[in-house]
């Protein structure tokens, strides 16, 4: 059983620069596709980006200049740079995997679901 769990989280002001981590226990991450999701106060669940098994990062929004996936394989750990923080990027950010390889923006794609790590953006 795969476990994920989402770290990096806080307080920033706005222009500021966060990076979330999602750690990966149970089995490596490479054997899934793994996603960043957010949700924002009494909003929709919004899919960030992407990473499938093989291939290269799928982005779903217009984030992709400010918000940039990364891993350590090492580490079994995914990341989310997050750059030039603004108000309405305040929401919980999750990660997610699914055994399925191939960029998905589905949630109901995904099996697995860390606890997710609350970013707030404010002045």
């Known amino acids: 059983q795969v476990q994920l769990v989402e770290s990096g989280g806080g307080w920033v002001q706005p222009g500021d620069s966060l990076i979330l981590s999602c750690a990966v226990s149970?089995?490596?991450?490479?054997?899934?596709?793994m996603c960043w999701f957010r949700q924002a106060p009494a909003k929709e669940r919004e899919v960030i980006v992407s990473?499938?098994?093989?291939?290269?990062?799928t982005y779903y929004t217009d984030l992709r200049g400010r918000f940039t996936p990364s891993r350590d394989v090492g580490k079994n750990t995914l990341y989310l740079h997050l750059n030039s923080l603004t108000p309405e990027d305040t929401a919980v950010y999750y990660c997610?995997?699914?055994?399925?390889?191939?960029?998905?923006?589905?949630?109901?794609?995904?099996?697995?679901w860390g606890q997710g790590t609350q970013v707030t953006v404010s002045s």
């Open positions: 997610a995997a699914t055994e399925y390889d191939g960029a998905t923006s589905n949630a109901r794609d995904y099996q697995y």
């Open positions: 149970g089995r490596s991450f490479s054997s899934y596709t």
């Open positions: 990473i499938p098994i093989s291939g290269g990062p």
